[in-house]
């Protein structure tokens, strides 16, 4: 895709329609008896890794597929127009977007023996870096990391709504995560520090880790959790970059997630466009006329369409950008200059999907407001890209005011 040039490549639009072709079959099917079951099947995770759908944008050296964010963020938007409640396309991105970190700062032994396990659907990688005391404030995070006699650092401390702690301890070889902790006492991010947390081993778990499942709302097919640590040792080897720039990292981490964060909403978003579209065709009132004749239907209809396309372009872009960056390498790109277009991108991606699930809702009336219509599990699966999920609406407009303003006028 050149820089006007809005057309997806060849080579891109056929990725696109077999990534397509193959959840079309293998998700399409099961993914409402999935959230009410409250699990991806295990055997679905690791078809989706023999597909060639988790570590896109790593090096085939690395056991990942030697792609782009672009090609990521299209398998993704696949992902949830085949799940439209999104618990597939939030195990998707994950295992996209923190490998890559993984990759470009990982020790080299830490690297073989994650990536290619995670590239295989074998394994999961994630982030753990909220906590109770809450999640966009990264640099206020508690949980610390002290190094004993033996060169091994221990961690105390507690993270909360983490995506994938069943698929991760219990469904999987191997569960791992981008873990934040403070590795000094000095306050402020400059005392955190990086870890490639392994919880689960083949069964196996370190000594004092816990973990927890939550109850949520929505999204049920992947877990959200809690991983609680008594001093769990972790060895020095797994340190992510150097002690003290696990803010800076994740910082990167976060952008590019929220590139392929944006590419599962727009892909929510077209599911309940197109659903919308066939009800307002077949439903009839007043008269045998379809409710599509009806300016109240069809208009709010346009309005997501139109609406829809402006956020894909945006998505698209972003991740245009993190390949220029990361793929590319362009010469005067710095990671930093992602943060606008993949802020931006998530306002847009996610308040179309959540505004697509409303008029889907509305559109279907009564009907919508019972299991059997089946509606209303994108709605809630949607609505938690809109209160966090890589960061809340109110800290993506901060971010792309701080980049666009400057920062001496726009303090957080």
Not at 83 to 111: C, Q, S
Not at 331 to 341: E, Q, S, T
Request: glycine share 10%.
């Amino acid at each position: 895709m050149n820089a006007l040039d809005f057309e997806l490549s060849q080579d891109e639009r056929l990725f696109k329609q077999s990534v397509h072709e193959f959840l079309s079959k293998e998700l399409a099917p099961i993914w409402s008896d999935m959230d009410a079951k409250k699990m991806i099947p295990t055997d679905l995770i690791h078809r989706m890794g023999e597909q060639g759908l988790f570590a896109i944008p790593v090096p085939e050296q690395y056991g990942g597929q030697g792609g782009s964010f672009l090609l990521a963020a299209l398998a993704v938007e696949e992902v949830a127009y085949n799940d439209p409640a999104v618990a597939t396309a939030v195990f998707t991105l994950l295992n996209n977007a923190w490998p890559y970190i993984l990759y470009l700062y990982g020790n080299e032994e830490v690297k073989q023996e994650i990536l290619p396990l995670v590239g295989r659907g074998r394994a999961f990688f994630g982030i753990a870096s909220t906590e109770p005391t809450g999640g966009s404030d990264v640099a206020g995070e508690r949980t610390s990391a002290v190094k004993d006699a033996n060169g091994i650092y221990r961690v105390s401390g507690e993270k909360v709504y983490i995506s994938g702690v069943r698929e991760a301890m219990e469904q999987l070889d191997l569960g791992s995560w981008y873990l934040i902790a403070r590795t000094s006492p000095e306050p402020g991010h400059r005392a955190l520090t990086g870890f490639a947390f392994i919880g689960n081993y083949r069964g196996k778990r370190p000594e004092g880790f816990e973990y927890s499942i939550l109850n949520t709302i929505g999204r049920h097919a992947i877990s959200t959790g809690t991983l609680k640590f008594n001093g769990t040792p972790v060895e020095s080897r797994y340190m992510i970059g150097q002690e003290g720039r696990g803010f800076y990292i994740a910082m990167e981490g976060f952008s590019l997630a929220r590139v392929l964060v944006s590419a599962a909403n727009i892909g929510a978003a077209q599911w309940a466009l197109e659903t919308a579209i066939s009800y307002a065709r077949e439903r009839k009132l007043f008269g045998d006329k379809p409710i599509a004749s009806y300016q109240g239907v069809s208009f709010p209809i346009a309005e997501v369409a139109s609406k829809l396309e402006a956020a894909r372009l945006l998505v698209y872009k972003a991740a245009q950008v993190a390949d220029r960056i990361y793929i590319k390498k362009e010469a005067g790109l710095r990671p930093h200059d992602l943060d606008y277009w993949a802020s931006a991108a998530k306002i847009e991606a996610v308040e179309t999907a959540l505004n697509a699930a409303e008029v889907l809702m509305k559109t279907y009336g009564a009907l919508a407001y019972t299991e059997e219509a089946n509606v209303f599990r994108n709605l809630l699966g949607v609505l938690s890209y809109f209160v966090g999920a890589e960061g809340t609406q109110n800290i993506m407009r901060y971010i792309v005011a701080r980049e666009l303003i400057g920062k001496d006028y726009v303090k957080g």
